[in-house]
T-cell receptor, first 109, second 116 residues
Framework: GQNIDQPTEMTATEGAIVQINCTYQTSGFNGLFWYQQHAGEAPTFLSYNVLDGLEEKGRFSSFLSRSKGYSYLLLKELQMKDSASYLCAAMDSNYQLIWGAGTKLIIKP | GAVVSQHPSWVICKSGTSVKIECRSLDFQATTMFWYRQFPKQSLMLMATSNEGSKATYEQGVEKDKFLINHASLTLSTLTVTSAHPEDSSFYIC????????????FGEGSRLTVL
């Protein structure tokens, strides 16, 4: 079956670095997405990886290993506004997104 | 970036009434739009894929007669919750793709439905 696993909740300190992991099993693979979702709001796009390696975008970086079915989202210089849920989603061979349950990130001062 | 607008943001209705939620792509044409439902502290649940000019494709377990989806144009899809009941209270979100290589989805703001 198709499955996405990511931690339910993580806590980090303002100014620190946090890594949110995601493992996936899909029928075929057409890329891995990370979205940020603040409570009560719709998700916003953060990153897309389809090739192995690290992609950096400012304070956020995303890594993909296709052979391991593994991705992570790295957030640096954490700010209080980064408190949100981070959704990992993998696109299968039918170009359908399989969503993880999301990781709630709590930032403490 | 591309903008998807969803309306209304909040709606409260009485049990038994029907509610329509609109999803518009404001600056691009979206041949495909997606409708999701999200319960508190849970992930997005894909309800259906809306294709312009054809019938929507519903996910398993989603009642097509209860959740009517119409995609009349390349910029508008609507979700109608018919004969709403309190258990239909939820956060409904739409998304659309520009069809680029990244497959990036742009989400509407979401519509919070409360059925009394």
């Amino acid at each position: 079956g198709q499955n996405i696993d990511q931690p339910t909740e993580m806590t980090a300190t303002e100014g620190a670095i946090v890594q949110i992991n995601c493992t996936y099993q899909t029928s075929g693979f057409n890329g891995l997405f990370w979205y940020q979702q603040h409570a009560g709001e719709a998700p916003t796009f953060l990153s897309y990886n389809v090739l192995d390696g690290l992609e950096e975008k400012g304070r956020f970086s995303s890594f993909l290993s296709r052979s391991k079915g593994y991705s992570y989202l790295l957030l640096k210089e954490l700010q209080m506004k980064d408190s949100a849920s981070y959704l990992c989603a993998a696109m299968d061979s039918n170009y359908q997104l399989i969503w993880g349950a999301g990781t709630k990130l709590i930032i403490k001062p | 970036g591309a903008v998807v607008s969803q309306h209304p943001s909040w709606v409260i209705c009485k049990s038994g009434t029907s509610v329509k939620i609109e999803c518009r792509s404001l600056d691009f044409q979206a041949t495909t739009m997606f409708w999701y439902r999200q319960f508190p502290k849970q992930s997005l649940m894909l309800m259906a894929t809306s294709n312009e000019g054809s019938k929507a494709t519903y996910e398993q377990g989603v009642e097509k007669d209860k959740f009517l989806i119409n995609h009349a144009s390349l910029t508008l899809s609507t979700l109608t919750v018919t004969s709403a009941h309190p258990e239909d209270s939820s956060f409904y979100i739409c998304s659309a793709s520009q069809g680029t290589d990244t497959g990036e989805l742009f989400f509407g703001e979401g519509s919070r439905l409360t059925v009394l």
